[in-house]
């Protein structure tokens, strides 16, 4: 800590004892001692604040020190003329020393100002010399041509009365250079500046009063060399000293401040101000000085001004590419991608490939979105890879890409969709985890249009068919159109439908075998549209996934179902459905408070939890997360869990290790062929012993004889549902199910 304050002690002690210095008699010998005192005091606090904080450019300072330390001794040898000799000579040796000073003050600030650049900056050579020809400009008028013309002045003299100046003139010119650096300067910096700054205003004063005054003024001047010793030893012992001289910014012309602004006009403007004083612009020698800095100037200016445009082009172009390229993967963005379409369409022919990861959306959901981006990431190096060269990959948001191939016939875009599609079938490695990602990919040209926007929706038409009948890609084709068409219609007119109470439900009753007494019912919705009439939910329901109104689609039926099962229970007590079956859809078991929206439609509706059945499809739960965390919420809460169309998925017995269920529905095709032998009799043998040894309840969906029903119960199957027993209806008669009491509850 006090090594931190250290540099505030000095700067308190050295202002006053500056002040001091001028309450003691002028030129006596106490004043003298004090002035000398300071200058070596500064000498040894640089080469001590090295060693104290050890600086990562020590050079810079011991060439400070070095010529702080020669400027002292300039100041002792004077004072060894005027206090031992009784002499004030000019020149003398005391001016060599001074002046050699300054070419180790000058080499300390190069490696200052040089510290804080990368490389070739235009602007960090232009901008301080428009400052120092400018300012020059006004030290040749004002005191250099002056003291260079004195006609009673020796040729020596003049030459030293000049140098200072012009020494003066080149230290402004580097900490010009050094203030028009753009970004932030250490304290230590601005000290070294002040420094600076203190020992040119004197010196130029001194200039100036020796020029024009009679009288020497040194009492008043002593105050800026003083203090310039102070500010050098203050900003070597700034703990930022460390540092200062190494800081690499950005060049200085990339922001144009207004005060680098104003600096530049300004000194621009000087060359021709110049000319306007009175007596200066009919001195030959000025008025060449002047048309030369002038001239200079303009090529400056000029010089600035096109680095400053070359630059903002070169920025201008950084930020299309910006622009024009996608932040995560580092792929071509959907603006980049309708752009190549553009010119693509316009030079020939071209076949678009458009990909969309499946279950992206639960990798998420489970793995959280930082391994879902590096997965995304890798899948794009696979796809920029499996592509080629002469492919753009695209990544269009979220987890769905594409890739143009311009120039490109049908067999070759199949082929590239092929190592597409190859290139994702083994695992991805994302942040420490193997994901296999499966693709769906839509194919499309090209062909009889110039809009991008047309290509991509014919491929995004084939890709949402190929998802839809789980192949890995699929070409679009007019008859695509058609069928997107309708469901875009559908999709449209759903809105309309809900809001206008256009959707009813029926119910469907699930009976024990084999005495067919009822057990339970399934809620089926059905849309009675005032034109169309009635409509199938194999067409409205996929819809209704597409736009995301499953959602209040299916919150709909759930309240509806519970309520209607709610009046069965008060109307027809005993002989009302035990339980009532809710179809609920993949969509709405994604979303993360889906069981909330269950437990208040039982908590309005009054119906207990243990009444209401939630079946889904094996396809909704295949993936896992989200939908299967659900499901076990709703387990908890003490839903019952029943599996539709069991044994028509991919990995069937593999979910019920995963899935809390407590029903199985034996899909249909299972229940077809059940009267004779033969592979699906088989199955659903084997299916019922599944049931029975898991402790579940086994379905039987889609009995539609008396022959099947009896078949079933032969081989162990309790419950049946189907035609058989009664087709969907909205107001079922209960009573014709009241055939006798059941041998045992479900």
Not at 54 to 79: H, I, S
Not at 102 to 125: C, E, I, T
Not at 456 to 470: F, Q, S, T
Request: hydrophobic share 50%.
């Amino acid at each position: 800590m006090r090594q931190k304050r250290l540099w505030w002690w000095w700067l308190t002690l050295g202002v006053l004892a500056v002040g001091g210095y001028y309450l003691l008699p002028h030129d006596g010998l106490a004043a003298n001692l004090v002035y000398n005192i300071i200058g070596l005091l500064s000498c040894l606090m640089i080469p001590l604040a090295v060693r104290l904080h050890r600086p990562e450019r020590p050079a810079m300072w011991y060439w400070f020190a070095a010529g702080q330390t020669t400027w002292v001794c300039g100041d002792l040898v004077w004072e060894y003329y005027k206090y031992v000799l009784h002499q004030e000579p000019y020149p003398s040796a005391a001016d060599f020393f001074y002046l050699s000073a300054y070419p180790m003050l000058v080499v300390g600030l190069v490696l200052l100002s040089r510290g804080r650049r990368r490389g070739g900056d235009l602007a960090g050579l232009v901008d301080p010399a428009i400052v120092a020809i400018g300012i020059g400009l006004v030290f040749w008028v004002f005191v250099m041509h002056p003291i260079a013309a004195g006609s009673t002045a020796s040729t020596l003299e003049r030459v030293i009365g000049v140098a200072y100046p012009a020494a003066d003139a080149l230290l402004l010119a580097i900490l010009a250079r050094f203030f028009t650096t753009s970004g932030r300067h250490s304290a230590s910096a601005r000290l070294l500046s002040v420094a600076a700054l203190l020992l040119l205003v004197a010196d130029i004063a001194y200039s100036l009063v020796s020029l024009y005054s009679e009288s020497e003024g040194g009492s008043l001047l002593d105050a800026g060399w003083l203090l310039s010793y102070v500010a050098w030893a203050a900003a070597a012992l700034h703990p930022s000293m460390r540092w200062t001289g190494t800081t690499t910014n950005q060049p200085s012309d990339a922001r144009v401040g207004r005060s680098r602004l104003v600096l530049l006009a300004v000194c621009s403007l000087l060359a021709p101000a110049l000319l306007f004083v009175p007596g200066i612009g009919g001195d030959p020698v000025d008025r060449l000085a002047i048309a030369i800095g002038a001239v200079l100037l303009f090529v400056l200016v000029v010089l600035r001004m096109s680095g400053f445009v070359a630059q903002v082009q070169q920025q201008a172009d950084q930020l299309e590419d910006l622009a024009m390229a996608d932040a995560l993967t580092g792929l071509a963005n959907r603006r980049r991608l309708e752009q190549g379409l553009t010119e693509g369409l316009a030079a020939g022919p071209l076949q678009v490939a458009l990909l969309d990861l499946d279950d992206f959306k639960e990798v998420n959901d489970a793995l959280g979105h930082a391994v879902g981006d590096r997965l995304l990431v890798g899948v794009a190096e696979r796809l920029s890879r499996a592509a080629g060269p002469g492919a753009l990959v695209a990544r269009m948001g979220g987890d769905e890409f594409a890739v143009l191939l311009t120039g490109a016939d049908t067999a070759t875009a199949d082929a590239a969709v092929t190592r597409l599609a190859d290139s994702l079938r083994s695992p991805v490695q994302a942040a420490g985890h193997e994901l296999l990602i499966g693709v769906s990919i839509g194919v499309a040209d090209g062909t009889g249009t110039a809009d991008p926007v047309e290509v991509l929706r014919r491929a995004d038409v084939a890709m949402y068919a190929a998802k839809a009948v789980g192949d890995t890609h699929r070409r679009h084709t007019a008859d695509l159109d058609d069928s997107a068409d309708e469901q875009a219609r559908l999709g449209a007119e759903l809105r309309t439908a809900l809001d206008t109470g256009q959707f009813r439900m029926v119910y469907q009753p699930i009976v024990e075998l084999p005495c067919g007494r009822l057990r339970a019912v399934e809620a089926l919705v059905r849309w009675d549209h005032p034109e169309r009439g009635l409509i199938s939910p194999d067409r409205f329901i996929p819809a209704a996934e597409h736009n995301g109104l499953i959602i209040e689609l299916g919150e709909w039926i759930l309240r509806t179902a519970c309520t209607q099962a709610v009046e069965w229970q008060a109307d027809w007590g005993p002989r009302a459905p035990q339980r009532i079956s809710v179809n609920v859809s993949a969509r709405q078991l994604a979303q993360p408070g889906f069981t909330a929206v269950v437990a208040r439609a039982l908590a309005d509706t009054g119906l207990p939890v243990g009444k209401l059945t939630v079946e889904v499809t094996e396809t909704a739960v295949f993936g896992g997360g989200q939908a299967v965390q659900t499901l076990n919420e709703l387990h908890e809460l003490g839903v019952r869990i029943a599996l539709d169309d069991f044994g028509t998925g991919h990995s069937s017995l593999g979910l019920l290790q995963t899935v809390p269920v407590d029903v199985l529905k034996v899909d249909k095709s299972f229940v077809d062929n059940i009267t004779m032998a033969g592979r699906h009799a088989v199955i659903a043998t084997a299916l019922i012993r599944v049931s029975e040894g898991l402790g579940l309840t086994a379905v039987a969906e889609g009995v539609e004889t008396a022959e099947q029903a009896e078949e079933l119960h032969r081989l162990g199957y309790q419950l049946a549902q189907g035609y058989h027993f009664g087709k969907p209806e909205a107001e079922p008669d209960f009573a014709a199910y009241a055939v006798r009491e059941p041998a045992s509850r479900p």
